[in-house]
């Protein structure tokens, strides 16, 4: 056992308690010298009063807060199922978006990939678009589309 002294309202009063609980009692006695120091001006004669008074006041706030917080277990119960469920509900979009994410990415690069075909197969050609005639250009892309099918082809047919 371990013996702290507390001090409250200018007094000390020596406190036994477990070891190692020593720096939580000091804490909570801060909280009651806390509380005798807004009672200042309206402290009763009796030192028990004063300290019956402060307790009172903490017992209060107390009150106030597991309400505030919604003490009841049942209520927490419910509160912590409906965050699991939450949790799960995130975890499994978070999957999904994953793997949307994935397919954007595999576009993304088959696009690429194709993009740095069309300008291998067209690489010495006039760029397209250039002009004011249209068909031309159109016939052009038309041709270019071809060699990379016939491209892909042969590279099929020798797989």
Known sequence: MSEVTLRIGGKGYKVTCADGEEARLAQLGSMIDAKFKQMEGNLAPSEAQNL???????????????????DDP?????????LEQSVEQAEKKQG???????????????IANDLANMKS????????FGGDDIAPKLEQLAGL????????????AGS
């Not at 019956?52 to 919604?70: N, S």
């Not at 990415?105 to 088959?110: K, Y």
């Not at 589309?145 to 099929?156: F, P, V, W």
Request: proline share 2%; glycine share 4%.
């Open 96 to 110: 999904e978006v994953a793997l949307e994410l994935d397919a954007v990415r595999a576009e993304r690069d088959a």
């Open 52 to 70: 019956l008074f402060a307790a009172i006041l903490l017992a209060d706030e107390l009150h106030d807060a597991r309400e505030a917080a919604g």
């Open 145 to 156: 589309i071809e060699k990379c099918a016939d491209t892909l082809e042969s590279r099929a």
């Open 121 to 128: 197969a067209a690489s010495g050609q006039e760029p397209l």
């Open 74 to 82: 049942a209520k927490l119960a419910d509160k912590i199922k409906t």
